[in-house]
């Protein structure tokens, strides 16, 4: 395996040292992210992502106009100005179709995982003037949760996405078909599976004494107010949501969020006050007055934990993963192309080269001090995505001239690579990656100092 992974490099060097010699291309690694306040946390450096799991891909493969979704989802340049300075993305607020609780954004969000839609930073003109942050709500199982928007202001989710692209972001109007992509990809992402839940959302299996009396619980009646239980919002037989909005005392009408895969949805409520189950069965005990005791209590929370499960919701980050996502996103390209389809050309080439760039600085180079060894794998590495994100230029520069037959071949070649070499680059250097959980620690902590030093000498 080794002498293979020799002669790959060997080869891909030498046909990279022919590019480079032909085109003198300057290569942007990192995106001018000034526009973003100091302080400012996306939860990039994570090694574990949330699991995404495709209704489409349990019965085949994603079609293209999911694919098509998926990679406009992802793509800065869908959203307007200072989101395509900062590198933010639908992808960045919903990692993987779910949620991101670490995304904070001063004077945008008043805690991790909170977002002001009506903020000054990412379009002036929607500014309502007032501080009002909304929880980033995980969007699995989306086709099944209408009305939309934390205040379920949205009947379709169609002109949500319009709105968040046009007015909370100030992004251009986009295309009826891009539109339509993204609702695919969105309806097409989810839940994640629950052995714990059975037909018309009723516990199965092995259930808990506990888990058992707060399901009990969790449909009895309110003690002032008979009409009224948890169940009678979060109705289980219809994926914990009844598709209405209300007043439970917080500050508004707002539209019940499910229940479902929701331990991993923190924080809750819709401005996120909420930490954890514990305070919300609190909250409502005190303004509903259920007269809870202690183990009545521990009985819900035991409910919701069940209730809220999901199978494998995360998984580690890797080269492989980011490939396979890459590789998605390439078969926008095999349709596009023939078809000359020179906006969705552009679209796939920015998005798939902005991932490229970004897996490339997974592995640094010879001037981060903060990882030794793998020197040469490293360099190879980063020189054989270099090498695709260029080949999709050429691509995107064929098309818009109207060489369909020249971007057909560099599609071809795009494609070789990405099948045998740049994925052997990459295993051969992933030891001294940032996929490495060491390697990953020792730079971050180094770049950490950094930008403390940085921040303190100011």
């Avoid at 299996?205 to 003690?223: H, N, S, V």
């Avoid at 069940?306 to 980050?317: I, K, L, N, S």
């Avoid at 010879?366 to 054989?384: C, I, P």
Wanted: proline share 6%.
């Amino acid at each position: 395996m080794r002498s293979l992974h020799l002669r790959l490099a060997a080869l891909l060097s030498g046909v990279i040292a022919l590019a480079l010699l032909g085109r003198a291309v300057a290569f942007p690694v990192d995106g001018d992210k000034t526009v973003l306040p100091v302080a400012t946390e996306l939860n990039e450096d994570a090694l574990d992502k949330p699991r995404e799991v495709f209704q489409s891909e349990r019965t085949g493969a994603k079609s293209y106009l999911v694919n098509l979704g998926d990679l406009a989802f992802n793509s800065p340049g869908l959203l307007g100005d200072v989101a395509r300075q900062a590198g933010v993305s639908c992808g960045t607020c919903h990692v993987n179709g779910a949620n991101n609780a670490k995304f904070f954004i001063p004077k945008m969000s008043s805690r991790p995982g909170t977002f002001d839609t009506t903020g000054p930073l990412f379009n002036p003109k929607a500014n309502n003037l007032a501080f009002d942050p909304v929880r980033i709500p995980s969007l699995r199982g989306a086709r099944y949760l209408a009305p939309y928007g934390a205040d379920g202001r949205f009947a379709s989710l169609r002109d949500f996405v319009h709105n968040v692209i046009t007015s909370e972001f100030a992004g251009p109007e986009p295309s009826p078909a891009t539109l339509d992509a993204i609702v695919a990809y969105i309806h097409d992402i989810d839940f994640l599976p629950n052995p714990s839940l059975g037909p018309a959302g009723r516990l199965a299996g092995k259930i808990t004494d506990a888990e058992r009396r707060g399901e009990a619980l969790f449909a009895k009646p309110f003690p002032h107010d008979p009409s009224l239980s948890c169940a009678g919002c979060h109705v289980p037989s219809s994926g914990f949501v009844d598709h209405q909005q209300h007043d439970i005392g917080s500050g508004g009408l707002f539209k019940t969020p499910t229940l479902r895969n929701a331990d991993f949805n923190a924080p809750y409520f819709h401005d996120g006050r909420f930490d954890n189950y514990n305070q919300i069965v609190d909250y409502f005990d005190r303004t509903f007055q259920l007269d809870l005791s202690a183990q009545d209590k521990d009985d819900l929370v035991a409910y919701l934990t069940a209730v809220g499960d999901g199978v494998q919701p995360y998984e580690r980050d890797g080269a492989g993963a980011t490939l396979k996502e890459i590789n998605d996103f390439s078969t926008v390209l095999a349709t596009a192309i023939p078809a000359g389809d020179k906006d969705i050309v552009a679209l796939a080439v920015d998005t798939i080269g902005r991932e490229l760039r970004e897996l490339t600085e997974q592995y640094p180079d010879r001037k981060n001090t903060s990882v030794s060894g793998g020197e040469q794998q490293r360099v190879l590495a980063r020189n054989g995505l270099k090498e695709l994100v260029l080949t999709l230029r050429r691509i995107e520069m064929a098309v818009a001239a109207g060489r369909n037959a020249d971007a057909a071949t560099e599609f071809r070649n795009y494609r070789n690579l990405m099948a045998a070499a740049v994925p052997a680059l990459l295993a051969s250097a992933e030891p001294w990656s940032l996929f490495n959980q060491d390697v990953h620690d020792q730079h971050y902590t180094a770049l950490r100092q950094v930008m403390r030093s940085k921040h303190l000498s100011h």
